[in-house]
Structures are given as C-alpha cells and as structure tokens.
C-alpha cells in the first residue's frame, strides 16, 4: 500500500532528524502519482524560525519541484496530525488528503499541545487572548479593490 510506505518515510524522516535533539519529532512527505515531490522535517529550532514545520517544509519543495503553488492532485504524509497553521498551509495548497500518524493529542502528551491555538481561531479577533486591532480599513480595502480590478491578477 503506497499510503503506508510514504508515511513510514514521513515517520523515518521525524525520527532520524529529531534523534539528536536539534529538531522537533516531525517529518512530513508530499506524493503525486504514487511518487515524492517533497520531503521535510520540523528545524524550528535549529533554523530559528517558527514556521519551519515538517508539513511546511514539504510543501515548499513539493512546489518548487512542480513549479506551482496548486498541489491538487497530492496527498501530504505526516508524522503527526498538522497544527493550524500548517492545516492553512495544506488547504491553500489545494492538496487533496492527508495521512498522519500521532494524533494531536499524543503530541500534546510530547509536550507539543497546540488545543489553545485550535481554540483561538475558532474566536472572533476582539475575544483571543492576543489583542487584535484593526485600523485603516479603508486603506486596506482599497489595495484588495485595486487588485481584484487588475486584469493581469493571478488568482490563487
């Protein structure tokens, strides 16, 4: 079963790169046509960066190698279930299904617990618990009309 064999890469890729401790215990593969055009591993740490998750990292090359940002067509192969920032990331790239191993919880048990963030985007902005505020609305809309009244837009 390919859906078996690309998620033990994703589990190989989590286990050989977090062995030492530098990077985080996730790895995450991106097939298409039974075949990996993206591979990654969680380097928050090490990268100091705290989008480099496994699922972003996958993602970024799957696009690269297909020279596209649409990966419809792909399924992404987690080690663990995405966080919320990274299921954004699965959804604007158009993938069509995932695979994950570890749920969210048993993250959570590892010391990764993400609940807060899955709750704080099911709230409106006044009510999170970072304060949000929106100022020159006008502004802001006037840049979305301007683009979306630019015939030589790409949409995405």
């Known amino acids: ?25 996730f790895g995450a593969v991106v097939a298409r046509c039974s075949e990996v055009v993206g591979r990654g591993f969680n380097m928050v740490v090490e990268s100091q960066d ?4 496994a699922e972003i990292a996958a993602i970024r090359e799957a ?17 663990c279930e995405p966080c919320p920032m990274c299921l954004g990331a699965i959804y604007w790239a158009g993938i069509d299904r995932v695979v994950y191993a570890a749920s969210r919880s048993d993250a959570a048990r590892a010391g990764f617990d993400d609940e807060f963030l899955y709750a704080e985007v099911s709230l409106a902005p006044t009510e999170r618990s970072m304060p949000f505020m929106q100022a020159l609305p006008a502004q802001g809309r006037a840049v979305l009309q301007a ?3 630019n015939p030589k837009r790409r949409m995405y």
């Open 50 to 53: 705290p989008t480099a998750h």
């Open 147 to 149: 683009w979306s009244g």
């Open 1 to 25: 079963m390919p859906d078996l064999k690309f998620l033990k890469e994703a589990i190989d890729l989590a286990a050989e790169h977090s062995s030492d401790g530098r990077c985080g215990p």
């Open 63 to 79: 696009c690269e190698r297909l020279d596209t940002h649409d990966l419809s067509g792909c399924t992404l192969y987690t080690s």
